[in-house]
């Protein structure tokens, strides 16, 4: 069966949502975030950056997001959550799930994580302030790619819509959708009435 190392409420949570759209049955490997058990030489031999999310199925070890959905989705799934390579359509989903991962992800997590749980001793204060700084912009590149709607390639559910909500989860934690994201704020509700997604956070 395959095993997901996850943390709770971290990046990994996504790899779970995606097994459970596919209906991909898996066992978790749980591990606390930021604690020591992250540094240690049997943690580094599955992800040797000491992070989640990272899978092993039968022996195979992968890590990076964008990498174990296009595996999972290929090799056990009808495929229909990733849009054909060489299409427009394949082109744009690989584009919106390297944003939202590389920019708003990164971003809004850089500022959750240094300005909270992160041990002090870990916390840079600089990527807060530049976080705080490039929030709204990428909130409202969010928003514009939601038109017209309703998910970031319009009618299709897909692997991109799981990258991008979890990044606007937390900026909408953090307090940048709101009012000035409606758009956002719709696409968030609508994706957290998902089954999917409920089981997912739920685990």
Not at 68 to 82: E, M, N, P, T
Not at 166 to 188: K, M, S
Request: with cysteine; net charge negative; aromatic share 8%.
């Amino acid at each position: 069966m395959l095993k997901i190392h996850h943390a709770p409420m971290s990046r990994s949570s996504r790899v779970l949502w995606l097994c459970e759209e596919i209906g991909l049955e898996y066992e978790l490997e749980t591990i606390t975030m930021f604690s020591d058990e992250m540094k240690t030489r049997e943690f580094l031999s599955v992800h040797p950056m000491g992070k989640v999310p990272a899978i092993d199925d039968d022996g195979f070890v992968l890590w990076e997001t964008p990498a174990i959905f296009q595996y999972l989705v290929a090799k056990y799934s009808d495929g229909a959550l990733i849009p054909p390579p060489g299409t427009q359509e394949g082109a744009r989903h690989l584009q919106w799930m390297i944003w939202a991962e590389s920019y708003l992800t990164v971003i809004m997590g850089e500022i959750a994580a240094h300005s909270g749980p992160m041990p002090e001793k870990w916390r840079i204060p600089a990527l807060v302030d530049r976080g705080k700084e490039m929030a709204p912009g990428l909130v409202a590149m969010a928003e514009g790619a939601l038109v017209p709607g309703p998910r970031v390639l319009g009618e299709p559910f897909s692997a991109a819509d799981i990258m991008l909500g979890f990044g606007l989860q937390i900026a909408r934690h953090l307090g940048y959708c709101g009012d000035a994201a409606p758009r956002c704020e719709a696409y968030l509700a609508a994706l957290a009435q998902r089954p999917a997604f409920q089981r997912a956070m739920a685990r």
